[in-house]
C-alpha cells in the first residue's frame, strides 16, 4: 500500500508542478466562473455586489383535486419563496405551456388530475393507481431560473417520496416482525398512507422546503452556485485525462517500463496512478470550491455533504480517464478524445447550460456523465438539500466508477500494462 | 565462481513480427565479473535484457538469477537486480533527490536507511551539490549519471546496464564507465550491452556478439579474436559518393582480403596481412579513380571479429 502511495503523492507533485496544466485545471475553471459571473450579472447587484436571481416567472396549473397538488401549489405561492418565484396560476394549460414558449415564464407547473390520488391510497383494497407524473414544463431561453424551479419541484416530489418508502417500510418492518400477518398489510399500508396523509406533521414534511425557506431567508438562487460547479466539473473531465494520458506518457518515457523492474506489482503501479488521478482531481475540485466560497461567497451547502459529492463525483470522473487511458494508444490520443469527451460531456452534463430541459433520449443519455450527476447534487445542495437529497446523484457517480474501473482493469488485463 | 545469471535458450516473438527478436539465446554470468552483449542496433540486446528485467515475457526458454527463475519467480528476481536502462527513465520536474527517493520507495527502502543511500548514490555519481535541481535543468549527462544512480540505490547484486553511455558527452562517458569499473571493484556483477565495442573492450571480464537475436560468439576478449586469427583491418577513408558496388567488389579481388565493407566514406577490409595488401588496394582505388584520403590498418579486435562472423560491420 506504501508503494501506491508513493505512486499517487508523485503524480500529485509532478502534476501541480505543471504549468499549463495547472491554468487548465484551476485558473481556467476559476476565469470562466468569473467571466460569466458577469454576463449574468452576478457582480453587478446593489445588494453588496451578491443580487442573486429574483422573481422568476412561473405558472402553476392545478388540475390535481387532492391534497398533494394543493400541497404543492402552497409550496410555489408560499412566502418563503416570494421573492424568489412570481407565481401565477392558470386553469388553461394550453395558454400556460405558450406562456413558456414565448418567453414570458420560466416554467409552468403542471399538476395533472389525478396526481394525488396515483400517491395517495383512496380505499381499502389499498392498490395504487399508476402514478400521474407532474410536469415542468421549462423554457430553454431560461435555463437557469427555469431549474430553479424544477429543483424545487422535484424536492417537494423527493419528499413526498420519503413519505411512501417510510410506509412500505413500517408494513414490511410489521410483517417480519410477526405483528402483522400478511393478509392485514393492504389495510395497514392503508392506514398509514392516510395517517401520513392527514399528519400535521407530515404535511409539514412535504412543504419542508418552502418552511426551511420561510425560517431563514427567501433561498435567493445564485447563479454561481451553478456556473461555478459547472466549470469545476468540466474541467475535472481534464483533469482525469490527464491522468489517464500521464500513464501512457510514464510508458512513452520509460518509466512505467522501470517501475515494472523493481519489486513493484502491475496492480501497486496501476492502482497508484489512479490514486494519483483520484487525488488530483480531489484536490482541483477542492480548491476550486473553496476559492469561490471564500472570494465570491458561494453557498455550495454543509460542508461535510459537499464533500461527499465531490468525493463521488471524482470517483466517477476518474472511471473515465482510467477508461480512456486503457482504450487510447498514445498520450496525444489520450488527449484529443479526452478534449472531445469534456467538452461533450459538458454540454451533454449541464455544465454550461444547466437546466436546459433536455429530449428524453438525451436527458437519459446525460447520465453517463459525471457533469449531469455531479450537477444534480450540487444544485440540490446549494438550494438547501442534505446528504438524502443527493444520494441518488452519489449512487450514480460510484456505480459509475465501478463499472468504468471494471471495464478499463479487464482491457489492460488484454493488452498488458507493461505495453499499455 | 558462482553462475550468477544463467540464460537459457531465450526466444521472443513479438505478436506480427515477421521474425522473433531473440532465438535461442543462452550464456552464463559468473558472480563479480562484468558481462557485456554487443552488438549493432536490433541486434536483440536489449529485448534479451527486457526479459531478464521480468519486462518481458519469454516466448520460449527461461533463465536463472540467483537461482530464480525469471518466469516462475520475477518478484524475486526483481529484488536482486538494479536496473539502469537506455533511455533516461526520471521525472523531469522532481529533483535529483526527489527522483532518488521515489525510486528508492518502489525498491521498497524507506525512512533513514533511504535517505542515507540516497547521499551515497549522489556522492557517487558526483551530484550531490545539484541534487535539489530539478532533472529538466540537467544536462545530457548529469541525466545519464542520476538515471544510474537509480539502478543503484538498493545495493543490488547484480546490475543490469542497457547502452548506459548512448548520446552523451565524453566526459559523461568516461565518468560512467569509471563508475562501472569502482563498482565491480566492490564487488558488483554488471551485465552490460553495448554497440560500441571500445566500452565493451575495456570495462569486460567476457563478451557475447549478438547479432539478428542470436549469440554467435562468446568468450574473453583473447579468445574471440583468435577466431580472426592474425588478420588486420585497414581502413581507407575516400569520398562518400565514390564507395560504390565496383570499388567494393575490386577491393574485395585484393590478394589477401576477406571481408569488404563500407559506409560514411569508410572502406573496411578484413585482410590476412594489412600492410603487404595495402599497395594492392590503393591501386585499386586509383584504378577508378578514386583518391583516398587516409589509411588506417588495426590490429585484431572486436570489430574485425564481428566482420569476420557476420560480413558486416559493427554500425551497420
Known sequence: ????????????????????????????????????????????????????????????????????????????????????????????????????????????????????????????????AQVVAL????????????????????????????????GQVAVTQLIMSGRLAVQEAPTAGMEIGARLAEDPARTELITLRSTTAAAAEAPRFDPLAYLAPGMAVLFLMYTVSL????????????????????????????????????????????????????????????????????????????????????????????SSIGLA?????????????GGVQLPLPMEILSKITPNAWGMDGFLSLALGGTLVDILPSIGGLLAMAVILFGVAVVLFRRRGLARA | MTVIVEVDGLVKQFPGAAEPAVRGVSFAVMQGEVFSLLGPNGAGKTTTLSMLSCLLEPTAGDARIAGHSIRKEPQEVKRLLGVVPQDIALYPTLSARENLVFWGQMYGMG????????????????????????????????????????????RPQLVFMDEPTVGIDPQSRRNILDMVKLLNGQGMTVLYTTHYMEEAQELSHRIGIIDHGRMIAMGTLAELTRLVGEKDVVELK??????????????????????????DGAVRL???????????????????????????????????????????????
Open chain 1, 341 to 353: 469527451l469534456m467538452l461533450a460531456f459538458g454540454i451533454l452534463g449541464g455544465s454550461f447550460f
Open chain 1, 1 to 128: 500500500m506504501r508503494k501506491v502511495f508513493s505512486i499517487a503523492w508523485k503524480d500529485l507533485i509532478v502534476t501541480f508542478r505543471d504549468r499549463a496544466a495547472l491554468i487548465l485545471m484551476l485558473a481556467a475553471p476559476f476565469a470562466l466562473t468569473l467571466a460569466m459571473g458577469f454576463v449574468t450579472g452576478r457582480f453587478s447587484g446593489s445588494s453588496g455586489g451578491i443580487s442573486g436571481v429574483r422573481d422568476i416567472p412561473v405558472v402553476i396549473v392545478n388540475q390535481d383535486e387532492g391534497e398533494l397538488g394543493a400541497a404543492l401549489e402552497s409550496v410555489l405561492t408560499s412566502d418563503g419563496l416570494a421573492d424568489l418565484l412570481e407565481p401565477t396560476t392558470s386553469s388553461d394549460l394550453a395558454s400556460a405551456r405558450r406562456l413558456v414558449e414565448e418567453d414570458q415564464v420560466a416554467a409552468a407547473v403542471i399538476l395533472p388530475a389525478g396526481f394525488s390520488a396515483s400517491i395517495l391510497p383512496q380505499d381499502s383494497g389499498g392498490s395504487a
Open chain 2, 238 to 263: 575516400i569520398a562518400a559518393e565514390q564507395s560504390t558496388p565496383e570499388l567494393l567488389a575490386a577491393l574485395g579481388q585484393v590478394t589477401g582480403v576477406e571481408k569488404v565493407t563500407a559506409d
Open chain 1, 135 to 166: 410536469e415542468v414544463y421549462t423554457s430553454p431561453g431560461r435555463p437557469t431560473t427555469s431549474a430553479i424551479v424544477r429543483s424545487i419541484v422535484e424536492g417537494f416530489v423527493s419528499q413526498v417520496e420519503t413519505g411512501r418508502i417510510g
Open chain 1, 243 to 334: 491522468g489517464g494520458r500521464s500513464l501512457l506518457a510514464e510508458q512513452r518515457d520509460g518509466t512505467l517500463p522501470r517501475m515494472l523492474t523493481t519489486p513493484t506489482s502491475t496492480a501497486q503501479v496501476l492502482g497508484g496512478k489512479l490514486f494519483g488521478t483520484y487525488l488530483t482531481g480531489l484536490a482541483q475540485v477542492g480548491v476550486l470550491v473553496l476559492a469561490s466560497a471564500l472570494l465570491f461567497g458561494i453557498n455550495w451547502g454543509r460542508p461535510l455533504d459537499v464533500l461527499i459529492l465531490i468525493l463521488a463525483i471524482v470517483a466517477g470522473a476518474t472511471g473515465w480517464g482510467t477508461l480512456l487511458a486503457a482504450i487510447a494508444k498514445t498520450p496525444t490520443q489520450v
Open chain 2, 111 to 154: 525512512g533513514a536507511v533511504l535517505r542515507q543511500r540516497v547521499e551515497e548514490v549522489l556522492e557517487t555519481v558526483d551530484l550531490r551539490d545539484r541534487a535539489k535541481e530539478r532533472i529538466e535543468a540537467y544536462s545530457g549527462g548529469m541525466k545519464r549519471r542520476i538515471n544510474f544512480a537509480v539502478g543503484l540505490l538498493h
Open chain 2, 270 to 316: 578484413l585482410a590476412a596481412d594489412g600492410n603487404a595488401a595495402l599497395p594492392e588496394m590503393i591501386t585499386a582505388a586509383n584504378a577508378r579513380g578514386v583518391r583516398v584520403t587516409n589509411v588506417d590498418i588495426r590490429e585484431p579486435n572486436l570489430e574485425a571479429v564481428f566482420l569476420h562472423l557476420t560480413g558486416r560491420a559493427l554500425r551497420d
